[in-house]
C-alpha cells in the first residue's frame, strides 16, 4: 500500500515545474503556441466565440431607444442617400437598369465589410482587460466581432432582398427576377465573410503596434466604396484599361458583383464561374495569410 501511493508521491518529487506542467497540458502565460496547436484551440472554444459575437450584437445598440432595429436601419438610410444624390441629383446611372437595386445591394454588402474590418481593427484594444486576464487564443476576439456584424446583417438581408425584387419588378418589369439565382447569395456572403475576417485580423494586428491607423482606417474604407463600384457601375465610369481591370478584379468588387448576380437582372452583370473562382481564392487566401499573421503576433497582445 505504502508502495503504490509513494511512486507517483516520487515522480512529481523528481520532476521540474516545467515538466508537470507540460504532462499535465499547462501552459505559460504569453508564449505563441504552434500554430496547428493554436487552431485546435481555436475550433474547441468556438462556443465561447458564439457567444462572445453574439454578446456584442446585444450590446452595440443596447442604449438606443431603436435598439436592434438600427441593425437594419443604418444601411437604409445610406442606400437611401445614395440613390438621391448619385441616382437622381447626379444622374451616375451609366451601366445600371435598376438604379435602386444596384445602390441597395452594393451598400447592405459594403456595409458589412467596413463595419467588420473597422470593428476587428479596434478588437484588442478594445477588450483590452479580457485579453490581459484570460488564456484564450486572441483571433477568437476579432473573429468573434465579423461574427457579431453577420448576425447583425441577417434581418438587414430581407430588407435588401425586398427592396432590390420590388425594384427589378417595378423598374424592369416582374418577368425579369430570377427566383433560381436567389440562393447565390448565400456563398457570396459567405466569401465576404471569410474575406472580412482575413483583412480584420491583419487590421488589428496592425492597429495592435500602430494605434495611429485607427484614425487613418475610415479615410482607406471610404476610398474602398467609390473603388469597389458600391454607388455606380466601375466598367462606365473607368475607361484607362489596366485601371479597370484592377478595379473589377480586386475582392470587394467581386463580392459585390456576386451579390448582384444573385440579387439583381443587371444586362453588364451575367452569372460568371471564373468570377466565383477568383471570389473563392481571395477569401482563402486572406484569411489564411491574416490568420497567420495574427498568430505571430500572439504572445505580444496585452502585454504593450
Given amino acids: 500500500m505504502t508502495k503504490g501511493i509513494t511512486k507517483p508521491m516520487t515522480e512529481r518529487a523528481t520532476l521540474t515545474s516545467a515538466e508537470l506542467a507540460a504532462k499535465y497540458g ?16 481555436v475550433l474547441q472554444r468556438r462556443e465561447f466565440l458564439m457567444v462572445l459575437s453574439q454578446s456584442k450584437v446585444q450590446a452595440s445598440n443596447r442604449n438606443t431607444y431603436l435598439g436592434y432595429i438600427w441593425s437594419v436601419l443604418t444601411p437604409l438610410l445610406n442606400s437611401l442617400v445614395y440613390v438621391l444624390i448619385f441616382g437622381v441629383l447626379l444622374g451616375t446611372r451609366d451601366g445600371m437598369s435598376n438604379v ?75 418577368d425579369q427576377l430570377n427566383p433560381e439565382r436567389w440562393i ?39 476610398i474602398g466604396m467609390y473603388a469597389s463600384g458600391v454607388i455606380f457601375a ?20 467581386i463580392y459585390l458583383n456576386l451579390g448582384r448576380q444573385a440579387m439583381l437582372s443587371e444586362g453588364g452583370i451575367q452569372p460568371d464561374l471564373a468570377m466565383w473562382g477568383i471570389g473563392l481564392g481571395w477569401a482563402v487566401l486572406t484569411f489564411a495569410v491574416g490568420f497567420i499573421i495574427f498568430w505571430r503576433d500572439e504572445a505580444r497582445y496585452g502585454r504593450d
Fill in 26 to 41: 499547462l501552459q505559460p502565460m504569453g508564449v505563441r503556441p504552434p500554430l496547428m496547436a493554436y487552431c485546435r484551440d
Fill in 100 to 174: 435602386i437595386g444596384y445602390i441597395v445591394v452594393g451598400t447592405f454588402m459594403y456595409g458589412f465589410f467596413s463595419g467588420s474590418v473597422n470593428g476587428a481593427a479596434k478588437s484588442i484594444k478594445g477588450n483590452l482587460r479580457l485579453v490581459q486576464s484570460m488564456q484564450f487564443p486572441r483571433v477568437i476576439i476579432p473573429i468573434s466581432v465579423v461574427g457579431a456584424e453577420i448576425l447583425a446583417l441577417v434581418p438587414a438581408l430581407v430588407v435588401m432582398f425586398v427592396i432590390s425584387q420590388m425594384s427589378v419588378g417595378f423598374v424592369q418589369g416582374w
Fill in 184 to 222: 447565390l447569395i448565400v456563398p457570396a456572403l459567405l466569401m465576404l465573410f471569410v474575406f472580412s475576417t482575413g483583412i480584420g485580423l491583419i487590421m488589428a494586428q496592425l492597429a495592435s503596434r500602430i494605434p495611429d491607423i485607427l484614425n487613418f482606417l475610415p479615410f482607406v474604407i471610404r
Fill in 234 to 253: 466601375i466598367e462606365h465610369q473607368v475607361r484607362e484599361g489596366l485601371l479597370l481591370t484592377i478595379m473589377q478584379y480586386q475582392p470587394v468588387a
